[in-house]
């Protein structure tokens, strides 16, 4: 993409309204706008990034064998009055009349969907287990939206839905959904802790939430230091129930507890290694069992003929909310440092003279090159001094910067730059080509 | 993907609600359901043809050098009252309250909201010509929804908002979205005539509406049978202006229109040749200058240092309802015949004797092969006999079906069927796969 083309609003003050490093990362980068309280636009830049990260959710979903589905956002009032959420559901609903006056809502949460959709397709004990998921946006209607889009209105969300015969079977998807999150955090280059989580009324200890470090989280945390270690858990078979649930109790031992699930006990064996932080959400995982099932009448016939009332558990993720987070856990004072996977491109070519024949000729041959195997190249071939360029090619921090100047051109070579290390290396052009395609 | 592990339910009877074929063939291969009136849920095979769909018009969009963003649903009525818009619009807007009383409104389209982006990035004439578009769901609360995604409620459109110095650029703007439509509709196997539309107050004659004939079509149109050849756009360049002006003055020499727009000496022209069907809109390309520029007082400084009034086009494709457009163009009496480019999965292999032990291991055998090579196959592994297997291959419209079946494995065989031709050929395993990587 040739930025001269593109549509990158860059702002060069950091905006009064924004709190937050990561909400004034994301205005400054030209990678969001508000338009109402809470409410976002996606500006080009901002929306290659949750296009990455929702490409990771959903082959991390697909890996573990979750089936992708698509709910409307706007349902009826009816169905959740089925399972009596309509009225217990507080003001964070948005609550609509269409023109016909029929209650409606925008969906905070498909719970209710998602059991009547299982039900219209499985009729029995064969059609289990199963786990349908969506990337669906949301709307919870903050009384006082902030921090960008960690706690915004509209909002995109993965929620996953399983449904199994039996306990252990429910807890073998559950362990699924588990290390699939470790998975997928991973590769967004977070480590996100899962943490024993309140499972209020129903109660039982299958709840996690996965929660990212950050002083400008939201909720208390408290864990063993031994959890910043980063885990491998590539080679952990998920389709082998016995050794999926030995992996995630290794995983478990060391402590890490929301604020409401503390165990002073627990904290106390800890000792020094015991940390207290401020964290963001960006995950949770929970077994509810019938909750649903039972309260809409869902059954599928048992392999004795038998009625069974499927369990269920339910597994969300912040897909926009980890543009936040994400930013939160990697910038600098000049910007943000995307990790690889989630960059927006991987390269930023800059132009230094783009009135100089040479760096010109140079630079257009690099872009066709690096484009025409895949890389992904933001081209800054604007009449612009190096200065900006740096400015903006640091903050918006694209993982490389490959820099064309008429010195370099004359003694045949670029530059390279890292931008999380800031590591700058001249080599020849083809050597940074094939560094860049390695 | 296993069929027995997939979410696929198929309905053996035609659902009486369902009044036009595209509808009826949709709920009966298990691609949608309706969550409420003009509401659907997309399952699993619909939402694949409604990714694979969205994906041509993302490539297409990209290639003719618009940038992809993406708007909130919920917008502000504040928004909307700037252009004059907010009370005009009708009763299709769904205008909703939100905790604070505050008037919001789930966007019907979104010229306002692109306007307000638009200038809160350019600022200056080196900052045009740009086209922003977005792929996102829509709401219009029609009195009475019908032909399942054909007139939902809820539906996903592509909108695209071209902004430009003056009238010629402007025109080239249109013309690329022109062009790139005649591609988009013709890499998914059909047939749309563009034909000149209803400009309303604003007037002129750049209006285009690109209409699929079809029998159960809203709309009366009227055009020269000559329109039904193909016409090949591959060649044009749409980066000459000139030149691509020519060709598409070139493709429209044949007369269509529709009805608000008819031309009876053009028809009496045709003579003969004169058509007239019903059709259902697709897409539509609209130029309409400064109307909401002008309104909300959006300028740009010129190169002469004055401002300069943005001109604008939007162009929307009906991403939802064309997965209705293909299937009422693309059936027969056994089901939807898919074209490949937006088949939800290229290959159906049916292994009819689930319990032979060769039939097993030779369509593990495919299936690995198939799917480590990259071709989408929907393995049907359910034990079933082969009359259900054969007639749900057929409903769900997949180009191919491979069949493994135990007395063509004791001859070293397979079949190979093209669902569109009904044309079957025995060969060899290693010869279908060749024939299905190709």
């Not at 950091?14 to 205005?27: C, F, K, R, Y």
């Not at 071939?381 to 910067?401: M, S």
Request: proline letters at 4%; hydrophobic letters at 45%.
């Amino acid at each position: 993409m040739r930025l001269s083309r593109y549509f990158l609003p860059i702002l060069k003050e950091t905006p009064g309204e924004a709190q937050v490093v990561s909400h004034q990362l994301m205005l400054r980068a030209g990678m969001i706008r508000q338009t109402a309280a809470g409410i976002y636009a996606f500006l080009p830049l901002g929306l290659r990034v949750l296009a990455k990260i929702e490409g990771i959710v959903r082959e991390e979903m697909d890996r573990a064998g979750a089936i992708e589905v698509l709910m409307p956002t706007i349902q009826s009032a009816d169905l959740w009055r089925q399972s009596g959420r309509y009225e217990a559901y507080g003001p964070e609903m948005l609550r609509i009349k269409d023109r016909h006056d029929r209650e409606m809502l925008f969906s905070p949460t498909a719970e209710e969907l998602f059991t009547v959709i299982f039900q219209n397709g499985a009729k029995s004990y064969r059609d289990l287990p199963r786990n349908l998921y969506q990337i669906q946006w949301k709307f919870r209607d903050e009384v006082r939206p902030r921090f960008g889009l960690m706690r915004g209105r509209e909002f995109l969300m993965k929620d996953a839905y399983s449904f199994d015969l039996d306990f252990a079977a429910a807890k073998h998807s559950y362990n699924r959904m588990f290390i699939a999150y470790m998975r997928t955090f991973a590769r967004m280059g977070l480590d996100a802790i899962p943490m024993q989580a309140d499972t209020g009324p129903i109660g039982g200890d299958l709840s996690h939430e996965f929660i990212v470090l950050a002083p400008t989280g939201e909720s208390d945390v408290f864990y063993d230091e031994a959890w910043l270690a980063a885990r491998d858990t590539s080679a952990v078979d998920a389709d082998d129930a016995d050794a999926l649930e030995h992996s995630i109790s290794g995983l478990n031992t060391d402590y890490a507890a929301t604020d409401e699930k503390r165990d002073l006990a627990a904290e106390a064996a800890a000792g020094d290694r015991l940390k207290t932080s401020k964290g963001i959400e960006v995950g949770q995982v929970f077994y509810f069992g019938d909750k649903y099932t039972k309260a809409m009448g869902v059954t599928v016939q048992g392999s004795d003929g038998q009625p069974v009332t499927p369990l269920m558990g339910s597994y969300g993720i912040g897909v926009s909310r980890l543009l936040g987070a994400i930013i939160e856990a990697r910038h600098d004072a000049s910007g943000i440092v995307w990790p690889d996977a989630v960059a927006p491109f991987k390269v930023a070519l800059i132009n230094l003279r783009v009135d100089d024949a040479a760096c010109l000729a140079a630079c257009e041959g690099l872009y066709a090159e690096l484009t025409a195997n895949g890389v992904e190249v933001l081209y800054d071939d604007r009449d612009e001094r190096g200065g900006p360029k740096f400015a903006t090619a640091d903050l918006i921090g694209l993982p490389w910067q490959l820099v064309v100047g008429p010195k370099g051109i004359a003694n045949g070579v670029v530059e390279l730059k890292r931008r999380a290390t800031g590591e700058k290396t001249e080599l020849p052009m083809a050597d940074a080509v094939a560094r860049l395609l390695a």
